[in-house]
């Protein structure tokens, strides 16, 4: 049963790979379907896991949002050298606020995940973003230098 809901799962992931437009998307299917490769999740504990991560996905996607959006305004205004001593200030604050945000995000899906996965899946899961995310970059970086 475990091994037929995770070969479900991974055709789904891969179906939506194929089947949605941007690369974003392309890229949440190869995450979703890497990490559940990685945690081996039984059905029970991948039917609690994947609402708390999405959840999570989604606050910080919107976080990351209001950074880009952040980071455009100081690019528009023409970087750091135009702006007075307040407007910097208030730069620095909404630049911590942020970082604080995704600190008590993070915080928030770890605490949610204790109740329904085990500790030792929670590391792999850490672990199993960190080694998607070095992987994505390797292949950006192998892209733009042709191979």
Known sequence: ???ILLL???VFTIHLCFSQRGPRERVKAFKI????E???LSSKEAQQ???IYNEHEDTMENLKKKERT???ALKEANGFENLNEKEAEDFL???LLAEEQKYLARKK???DLRKVIPHKKILKLVKAEMDFNKRLLKQLRDRRQGN
């Open 33 to 36: 379907a890497y990490i559940t």
């Open 109 to 111: 899906l770890i605490t």
């Open 8 to 10: 479900f799962i991974f």
């Open 38 to 40: 990685q945690l081996n």
């Open 1 to 3: 049963m475990k091994k």
């Open 70 to 72: 952040s980071v455009r």
């Open 93 to 95: 604050s909404n630049y």
């Open 49 to 51: 896991f994947w609402p």
